[in-house]
């Protein structure tokens, strides 16, 4: 098609210089004829002539600028079909993503859950391994609710997401959500670096809830065997500020703008080994973005990956 569009600007051109020249010999046997001129030079000079000369370049500037706009026109409608094709491809890979880990995501705690029970139909156990059964049953249970809770989370933020509002202790939630993560993850170290303490404030507790857990939840599912978890907790005289730090294998650069999306995965999910739907940093990210804040993703050093998340708030809301 560019071509096509070069060729016929090229004839259109070629047109117009034909008819420039027929009028412009016509114009001079006329003049001579009648006597109006008598040189080239008067002929050039007339003008009439002149008229004619303005009115054929602009026709010329004329046909360049229509075949500039219909390139143009050309190169977008291109670009549009593509980003749309590419749009499509990824949103087809997302999905293929989603139902292949929900499917592992919902099929693994329900079938412990179900061993667990069909094992304490079948046999009768001892005390020590019927509470190890129940708490690894109530582990899974927990892990299902969790899965839920997400996805029910995500279906609400882009259109019925309202923040709740609340006074609290953010020292005290940060301990607490800790405290719980690392009952469920032993292995794990998670340090809290307190730089306000006891700080009352009145934000979005659910939110504020729900991104702690996510974010390290996140640094200790792509951390190495024993991860290395440091949140830290300070404010300025504008909002509160939470750093998440691992030590893990990081993200790529190319990976930094994509990982907020919703579903999204680094990876291929017919080989990754890590739990996980895809939702807990896209959940973040519109938590966030519900409370007017922002999240940024840096390196950590030497390895691993820092979520940097600032949560405005007004005069009125910290004491």
Same mark, same amino acid.
């Given at each position: 098609?560019?071509i096509?569009?070069?060729?016929?600007?090229i004839?259109?051109f070629q047109?117009n210089?034909?008819a420039?020249?027929?009028?412009?010999?016509?114009m001079?046997?006329?003049?001579v004829?009648?006597?109006?001129v008598?040189?080239?030079d008067q002929?050039?000079n007339?003008?009439?002539f002149k008229?004619l000369?303005k009115?054929?370049?602009?026709?010329?500037?004329?046909i360049?600028?229509e075949?500039?706009?219909?390139?143009?026109s050309?190169v977008i409608g291109?670009w549009l079909?593509n980003r749309?094709?590419?749009?499509?491809?990824h949103?087809?890979?997302?999905?293929k993503?989603f139902?292949?880990s929900?499917?592992h995501e919902?099929?693994s705690p329900i079938?412990?859950?179900l061993?667990?029970l &069909?094992t /304490?139909?079948?046999?009768?156990?001892?005390?020590?391994?019927f509470? +190890?059964? *129940?708490s690894n049953? @109530?582990v899974?249970t927990e892990r299902l609710?969790?899965?839920v809770?997400?996805?029910?989370?995500?279906?609400?933020?882009e259109s019925?997401y309202?923040?709740?509002v609340?006074?609290?202790n953010?020292n005290?939630?940060?301990?607490g959500?800790?405290?719980?993560i690392?009952?469920?993850?032993p292995e794990?170290?998670i340090?809290?670096?307190?730089?306000?303490a006891?700080?009352e404030i009145?934000?979005?507790?659910l939110?504020?809830t729900?991104i702690?857990?996510n974010?390290?939840?996140?640094?200790?599912?792509?951390?190495?065997e024993?991860?290395?978890?440091?949140v830290?907790i300070d404010?300025n005289?504008e909002?509160?500020?939470?750093d998440?730090?691992d030590?893990?294998i990081?993200?790529?650069?190319?990976d930094?703008?994509?990982?907020? &999306?919703? /579903?999204?995965?680094?990876g291929?999910?017919?080989?990754?080994k890590? +739990?996980g *739907?895809g939702?807990? @940093?896209y959940?973040?990210k519109?938590?966030?973005k519900?409370?007017?804040?922002s999240?940024?993703?840096?390196n950590n050093?030497p390895n691993g990956s820092?979520?940097?998340?600032v949560?405005p708030?007004?005069?009125i809301r910290?004491?």
């Amino acid at each position: 098609m560019l071509i096509a569009f070069a060729w016929w600007t090229i004839l259109l051109f070629q047109k117009n210089q034909d008819a420039f020249k027929a009028k412009k010999e016509l114009m001079k046997m006329v003049m001579v004829a009648e006597g109006v001129v008598n040189s080239p030079d008067q002929f050039i000079n007339n003008a009439a002539f002149k008229d004619l000369e303005k009115k054929y370049k602009r026709q010329e500037w004329m046909i360049f600028g229509e075949a500039i706009v219909f390139v143009i026109s050309l190169v977008i409608g291109v670009w549009l079909i593509n980003r749309g094709y590419n749009k499509a491809i990824h949103t087809a890979k997302q999905s293929k993503n989603f139902l292949l880990s929900i499917t592992h995501e919902l099929k693994s705690p329900i079938a412990s859950i179900l061993l667990t029970l &069909e094992t /304490f139909l079948k046999r009768s156990l001892p005390q020590d391994k019927f509470e +190890k059964l *129940t708490s690894n049953a @109530l582990v899974e249970t927990e892990r299902l609710n969790k899965l839920v809770s997400d996805l029910l989370l995500a279906s609400k933020m882009e259109s019925s997401y309202q923040a709740q509002v609340e006074v609290f202790n953010i020292n005290d939630l940060l301990k607490g959500i800790i405290e719980k993560i690392k009952a469920k993850n032993p292995e794990a170290n998670i340090s809290l670096e307190e730089k306000i303490a006891n700080q009352e404030i009145k934000m979005d507790l659910l939110g504020v809830t729900s991104i702690a857990i996510n974010l390290i939840e996140n640094g200790i599912k792509y951390s190495f065997e024993k991860p290395d978890i440091q949140v830290t907790i300070d404010k300025n005289n504008e909002a509160i500020l939470l750093d998440v730090a691992d030590k893990g294998i990081g993200i790529k650069q190319k990976d930094k703008a994509k990982v907020f &999306e919703r /579903f999204y995965r680094v990876g291929d999910e017919d080989t990754r080994k890590t +739990k996980g *739907t895809g939702l807990g @940093l896209y959940i973040v990210k519109e938590i966030v973005k519900n409370n007017n804040g922002s999240i940024t993703l840096v390196n950590n050093k030497p390895n691993g990956s820092v979520f940097k998340v600032v949560l405005p708030f007004d005069p009125i809301r910290i004491n």
